[in-house]
Structures are given as C-alpha cells and as structure tokens.
C-alpha cells in the first residue's frame, strides 16, 4: 500500500449528491444503470454504474449518494460518465456509499 500526504487527500473533489434519474443501459458491456445526481452547487452529472444486481431503480431515486466530481469525464459506449459513484464490491454486488442522515448536496467529505 502506498501512503499520500494529504495535499494529495485534498485534490479529491468527494460530495455528496441526491440521485433524480435513472435510467436503463442496456448498451453497457456488464449490466449498469445510467445515473443523474444534484451535487448542489456543482450541478447536475451523470455516471454509469453497475448497480443492478443490489438495486432497484426506485429504490435508488432519492438516495443520498457520495461522488468524486473531479475526474476527468469517461466515455462508456455512447453515454459520457461525468464522476465517480462511490462503493463497495462484494460478492454480491456493488454497495453504494451513502451518508448517515441527510446533508446539503455538494458538501464536501472531511
């Protein structure tokens, strides 16, 4: 494991956003939702994400999720990834991180 200093900790632009749409993917290579998530005053993107072993879509509308916004956008097929939707990978699927009780979106982690 390769430890950082924390000037490179705080580069990392981690918030949290509430997810308003989501969609099918049916053109992604493993299966995935297309997602939209509020980040407050850092706006509305979108991600790809592999969700759907763990997750309904409705049960994700609505859920406080944690993103890293400032990665470079990623082309997934015909859909551009524009952050990071942040997880834990199981043997089950993927868990979403989320936040204990509700914070305004875009704040960010500390």
């Known amino acids: 494991m390769d430890l950082i200093e924390w000037k490179d ?3 990392i632009l981690m918030v949290t956003g509430t997810i308003t749409r989501i969609e099918d993917f ?3 290579r493993k299966p995935a939702y ?3 998530v509020d980040f407050g005053n850092y706006g509305e993107r ?10 309904q879509k409705e049960d994700l509308l609505g859920k406080q999720i944690v993103g890293i916004i400032n990665f470079p956008e990623k082309q997934i097929g015909p859909f551009r990834s ?3 939707l942040t997880g834990f990978e199981t ?3 993927v868990v ?3 936040v204990e009780r509700p914070v305004p979106n875009g704040t960010k982690i500390s």
């Open 26 to 28: 049916p053109q992604a």
């Open 96 to 98: 979403i991180t989320t």
């Open 9 to 11: 900790f705080e580069k």
């Open 82 to 84: 524009q952050f990071l």
């Open 46 to 55: 979108k991600t790809s994400a592999q969700l759907v072993r763990l997750y």
């Open 91 to 93: 043997e089950e699927g």
């Open 34 to 36: 297309q997602i939209w």
